[in-house]
T-cell receptor, first 112, second 117 residues
Framework: SQQGEEDPQALSIQEGENATMNCSYK?????LQWYRQNSGRGLVHLIL?????REKHSGRLRVTLDTSKKSSSLLITASRAADTASYFC????????????FGTGTRLKVLA | ETGVTQSPTHLIKTRGQQVTLRCSSQ?????VSWYQQALGQGPQFIFQ???????GRGNFPPRFSGLQFPNYSSELNVNALELDDSALYLC????????????????FGPGTRLTVL
């Protein structure tokens, strides 16, 4: 499989708690992006971090990137019921040809 | 609302048939990518078009082909449908060429759910 790996596969937390998801990939990348998907619909872009960046923030989201370990994490602080969704990381590989590789996803459930 | 639309929403075909899925990108977006998402899986990259030329492809056989038109619309064609082609097909547009200094944010459409019987 070409897909990256995400863990955990599923996560259930209470409203107000923080949620952390991890993503690992296999080859060198240009950038890494995180997306959210509600109930098998289209994906919504959350945040992009380039290979020369180590950390990025956007609202309640914090993303880190460790290119030496080929891994990234997404932290959602003070989670809300509306954050319930599947979260995917996607890496852009530009060696030879452009190719986006998505992870297997983390299904987050936030309980009210 | 991403401004990317896809048609049809749902489609049922039988094995061996051919199908054409359509996507309308945001105006000004020169790049369109197509993905296949099986149930419970992440999207799998099929290919990408930039200014009407294919400039990236995933591990999909040649019976998956595409076209991009100057009016920011595009098509995904699948010939000789197989049962495993049943999936959600997503298109995504972005402003520029991937990885070349421009924003790589992809704007996804709602998808077309294809069922092959």
């Amino acid at each position: 499989s070409q897909q990256g790996e995400e863990d955990p596969q599923a996560l259930s937390i209470q409203e107000g708690e923080n949620a952390t998801m991890n993503c690992s990939y296999k080859t060198s990348i240009n950038n890494l992006q995180w997306y959210r998907q509600n109930s098998g619909r289209g994906l919504v872009h959350l945040i992009l971090i380039r290979s020369n960046e180590r950390e990025k923030h956007s609202g309640r989201l914090r993303v880190t990137l460790d290119t030496s370990k080929k891994s990234s994490s997404l932290l959602i602080t003070a989670s809300r019921a509306a954050d319930t969704a599947s979260y995917f990381c996607a890496t852009l590989h530009t060696s030879g040809t452009y190719k986006y590789i998505f992870g297997t996803g983390t299904r987050l459930k936030v309980l009210a | 609302e991403t401004g990317v639309t896809q048609s049809p929403t749902h489609l049922i075909k039988t094995r061996g048939q051919q199908v054409t899925l359509r996507c309308s990108s945001q105006s000004g977006h020169n790049t369109v990518s197509w993905y296949q998402q099986a149930l419970g899986q992440g999207p799998q990259f099929i290919f990408q078009y930039y200014r009407e030329e294919e400039n990236g492809r995933g591990n999909f056989p040649p019976r998956f082909s595409g076209l991009q038109f100057p009016n920011y619309s595009s098509e995904l064609n699948v010939n000789a449908l197989e049962l495993d082609d049943s999936a959600l097909y997503l298109c995504a547009s972005s402003p520029g060429l991937a990885g070349v200094g421009s924003t790589d944010t992809q704007y996804f459409g709602p998808g077309t759910r294809l069922t092959v019987l």
